[in-house]
């Protein structure tokens, strides 16, 4: 495959239009129209279609941009391992969903960092789809996610501990401290995470498998804290992790919910590219912790 006329494409495909890509690459749209048409003949397909005063990517094109996006993501990771070892630099790139990284991670990154001083360690915070994304395009080296099983077909998940879920409402809330079904919670305002969440696909999920009506939408939030204070000031009911609200439980802010006959389980995985040789000292040392946390508790 000409890679030349990749990156020309990959450049067209996210600006939707020639002319912009043509001024961003500095050369004449005929050339970069030439580049495409070469393309699109090499691979055999049509790639893109003509849409108003901009371009349209096939399913095809559709396909060829985010794995070409894949491609130079790893030829630029590649380059920027190549100055690290040059410059006797390490960089580690994580990615976490909400939970892990501010419930689980800090202690142990902050005492991975003070055993190596000389590694530079870059934390983001995404949901659980976004995480995975950031790892399979060479964003990151590692991730962090918190799901019921393991997720995209390309990553390796290894499991590093289990974590109960609670249903939780304001001590004042009819439902308070009160063993209830499933399904009476069908009416209730439920706050909802936002989509790509793992723990909104585990509250809909709970509610499907036990063919119970997926409750209304009370408020849709973009993070657990955020769900937990709502619940605190007194708005309906939410699905939070169980170290999340035992402090605020034990003080009489919130209050918990049993759901009779349902235990309510979620992983925490790190995930991985396959074949990843960097991140194992890493993987190796959070896993060490988390087994003596375990013995301690």
Same mark, same amino acid.
């Given at each position: 495959m000409n890679l030349h006329a990749l990156k020309?494409?990959?450049?067209?495909?996210?600006?939707?239009?020639?002319?912009?890509?043509?001024?961003?690459?500095?050369?004449?749209?005929?050339?970069?129209?030439?580049?495409?048409?070469?393309?699109?003949k090499e691979l055999n397909l049509k790639l893109i279609?003509?849409?108003?005063?901009?371009?349209?990517?096939?399913?095809?094109?559709e396909f060829i941009y985010e794995q070409g996006q894949r491609l130079f993501r790893l030829e630029q990771n590649i380059e920027n391992k190549i100055s690290d070892f040059k410059e006797r630099n390490i960089?580690?790139?994580?990615?976490?969903?909400?939970i892990p990284i501010n419930y689980v991670l800090p202690p142990l990154l902050a005492q991975y960092k003070l055993?190596? *001083?000389? #590694?530079? &360690?870059?934390?983001?915070?995404g949901n659980v789809a976004n995480v995975e994304k950031q790892v399979l395009n060479y964003e990151s080296d590692i991730?962090?996610?918190?799901?019921?099983?393991?997720?995209?077909?390309?990553?390796?998940?290894?499991?590093l501990m289990t974590i109960p879920f609670w249903f939780i409402v304001h001590p004042d809330h009819h439902l308070a401290n009160k063993m209830i079904k499933l399904g009476d919670l069908s009416s209730e305002q439920i706050i909802f995470r936002e989509r790509g969440s793992s723990t909104r696909?585990?509250?809909?999920?709970?509610?499907?498998?036990?063919?119970?009506?997926? *409750?209304? #939408?009370? &408020?849709?939030?973009?993070?657990?804290?955020?769900?937990?204070?709502?619940?605190?000031?007194?708005?309906?009911?939410?699905?939070?992790?169980?170290f999340s609200v035992s402090n605020e439980i034990k003080d009489k802010k919130i209050a918990r919910v049993w759901v009779e006959g349902i235990e309510i389980i979620q992983s925490l995985y790190i995930c991985t590219r396959k074949m990843e040789v960097k991140t194992e000292p890493f993987i190796t040392?959070?896993?060490?912790?988390?087994?003596?946390?375990r013995k301690v508790l």
């Open positions: 020309i494409f990959i450049i067209v495909a996210k600006h939707k239009s020639i002319t912009l890509a043509a001024n961003e690459l500095l050369i004449s749209q005929p050339a970069v129209t030439i580049q495409i048409r070469n393309l699109e279609e003509g849409r108003g005063r901009g371009i349209q990517l096939t399913l095809a094109g960089q580690l790139n994580i990615s976490s969903s909400y055993l190596h *001083p000389h #590694i530079f &360690i870059n934390v983001a915070l991730g962090f996610v918190v799901r019921s099983n393991a997720g995209h077909e390309d990553l390796l998940f290894d499991e696909d585990l509250l809909e999920a709970i509610f499907y498998s036990n063919n119970c009506s997926l *409750p209304p #939408i009370g &408020i849709q939030l973009q993070g657990l804290h955020e769900s937990i204070k709502a619940v605190e000031a007194g708005y309906g009911a939410t699905l939070a992790p169980s040392f959070i896993k060490e912790k988390l087994n003596e946390n």
